[in-house]
């Protein structure tokens, strides 16, 4: 499916009849792209020439793993059109809900060619990421795991690891954590390149709340 006819089907469907997600937060994502037609697959993006991201107004929007982008983050030669997460940003279908209704508020179509410019501050933030993730990796830097919640003091941890949150000098794109604790162990699994436990848990690449409100 090319994503100009996935968006030609969004257009006829009521959006405002997808479910308000609770404990499957990628519920009203799943229900969208069966409304769409889309079909369960392994494939990088979720169009023929593009990617869909449904999301909630005010929350950061997941793209990637930062696990299976290792390797291309450490190979320098690879440009960010080339990478996963640049080929995941060329052409994205983005749907917005808002976050108290939960009621569908717009969508919006990105390129690398009608938002050039865009599309340039996105490499900038992902070559700062990648550099920066790079340098703590061969430095062997520690940074102290801290937990931070809105309205609350920071709790600090005491464990140390190469990476944390990163973002970008653009405030778009960042790497963060993404996991859930083991229903067994009720710990999670260490993110780890190269035999080296690089964080505690899973990471990935996000687009920051203030990507969607530029854009939008």
């Known amino acids: 499916m090319l994503l100009s006819e996935a968006e030609t089907k969004l257009n006829s469907i009521d959006k405002n009849q997808a479910p308000i997600p609770s404990t499957n937060k990628g519920g009203r994502g799943q229900w969208v792209e069966k409304q769409l037609g889309m079909e369960l697959s392994s494939k990088l993006n979720d169009f023929d020439d593009g990617e869909l991201k449904v999301f909630k107004e005010s929350e950061p929007i997941a793209v990637t793993m930062l696990l299976h982008c290792f390797d291309e983050v450490f190979d320098r030669s690879i440009s960010f059109s080339e990478s996963k997460v640049g080929k995941k940003l060329k052409n994205v279908l983005f749907v917005k809900f808002a976050k108290k209704t939960g009621k569908f508020v717009d969508s919006l179509v990105t390129n690398s ?11 900038q933030d992902y070559n700062d990421v990648c550099e920066e993730i790079r340098k703590r990796y061969d430095n062997n830097e520690q940074h102290e795991h801290i937990i931070e919640k809105k309205g609350q003091p920071p709790i600090h941890t005491g464990n140390y690891y190469n990476l944390s949150t990163i973002s970008g000098r653009n405030g778009y794109l960042q790497i963060r954590s993404k996991a859930n604790k083991s229903k067994k162990t ?11 436990e690089v964080y505690q848990c899973a990471m990935a690449f996000y687009l920051r709340n203030q990507f969607a409100r530029e854009i939008f």
């Open 113 to 123: 060619e009608s938002h050039r410019e865009l599309y340039y501050k996105l490499s």
């Open 186 to 196: 009720g710990k999670y699994k260490p993110l780890c390149y190269n035999g080296r």
